[in-house]
């Protein structure tokens, strides 16, 4: 029999084995980040015809400050039968990774927007044409300096499926949508800075963390789903979340219209030298943000007034012909300024029949903002082509207040004067 001494020393030896082992499998455990994935094949405009891609190497890089890519040593793993990949990979708190794979001379990309870091498992959606392009405009925009402003769900609301073929295979599309979206950018920074009165920094950085949970969520949906309805309700799930993401940073609705069309309108501005195609479809995504973003707010002063509910049902409605329209459109100039004017007559004409408000009074009200030397047709003159984010915010806060001191002069009630500003501002603007 052993002596005490000698049995108590092998058992402290044994817990201090077991120790180490224990911490080396946690550590083991906790060392590397896992990103999983798909990887397809999809003819342009059709994101129902999607072939999956089956033994694709797919590898993982830092994105430098540059924007050349730096291999992350070890990341490296094949896709299986269905086109899935789940891959390993030691970083340590990296931001910038892209991931790319590769298959008998083709390469499809793909980024994550947010840090990576070990121990967290992170999801892709599909790398096909469409993320590939939207890589390449995210690579320049790092190269830029730009990257702290310009979200990866900007970039996701410009650019779809039928542009993506053209813009990955032209450097000048890749340089005017990141350009664009980086003077957008720094237009919404000015307009928090300008017209957030608390707290406006936290609110900007809230933003960015919601319009980061909106991505990630729609991701999520859109590597499980199996169809193309799917991957349609995924997308405008993510527009919804993108515009509530202001809203729940702590704007109003009010707030997060005119920010979002603004960044939209600048955007669009930007795109000078792209091919029609790209600016009609860049114009498209981006329009759907602000229809989205213009229906809750008219909704909303409609429902705060003394509006009857069949009023309200109707300007609802007009939100979705709105919507529907542009969804429905080619995304001409043309054919989303007609959408926004149908959506005009039918709020308009739903307030003048409305007995809350006197109907030639609305009339009178909307025909000076709309004359020939009117509000309206100042800003257009004044916002056409317009890139500089301070100018471009004084010619809003001009236009903003001007229909706002024409409301006035027609009505003396504040909650209603208000009311009806805020609604003929939106249903204005855009048009």
Known sequence: ?????????????????????????????????????????????????????????????????????????????????????????????????????????????????????????????????????????????????????????????????????????????????????????????????????????????????????AQVQLEAKLSSSTSAEGKTEAYELFLENSVNAYISAGLTASESAKVIEMWSRVFVNSLTVVSSDVKSGAREQSSMLVAIAIDKVVRAEAEASNMAESSKEVISDAGVHLKSSIRASSGTRSEIKTAFEEYHDEVRNAMEADAAFEATVIVEIDTEINSSSGAKSTFRSSISNKLSADSVFSIYAIFYSEVDAIVQTYIDNSSEANAVAQIMIFINLAT
Request: proline fraction near 1%; charged fraction near 25%; aromatic fraction near 4%.
């Open 1 to 213: 029999m052993l002596p005490n001494k000698q049995i108590l020393s092998s058992i402290n030896v044994l817990l201090i084995a077991f120790t180490f082992l224990s911490c080396s499998t946690d550590s083991s455990e906790n060392s590397s980040a896992t990103i999983s994935g798909s990887v397809e094949n999809e003819a342009v405009q059709q994101k129902a015809n999607t072939k999956n891609i089956e033994g694709a190497v797919v590898t993982a890089a830092r994105l430098t400050s540059n924007g050349s890519l730096e291999a992350i040593e070890g990341a490296e793993t094949e896709t299986n039968a269905s086109g899935h990949f789940t891959m390993d990979m030691n970083v340590e708190a990296a931001q910038n990774i892209v991931i790319t794979a590769r298959k008998e001379g083709e390469e499809w990309k793909g980024f994550l927007g947010s840090k990576v870091e070990n121990g967290q498992s992170y999801e892709l959606k599909p790398i096909n044409i469409e993320s590939s392009a939207e890589t390449e405009v995210f690579s320049r925009i790092v190269a830029s300096g730009h990257s702290d402003i310009v979200q990866k769900a900007d970039i996701e609301a410009v650019i779809s499926n039928r542009i993506a073929a053209e813009v990955r295979s032209g450097t000048i599309a890749v340089k005017e949508i990141a350009a664009g979206l980086e003077n957008s950018a720094q237009a919404r920074v000015e307009f928090f800075q300008e017209s957030v009165q608390d707290n406006a920094d936290s609110k900007l950085n809230e933003t960015y963390r919601l319009l980061a949970d």
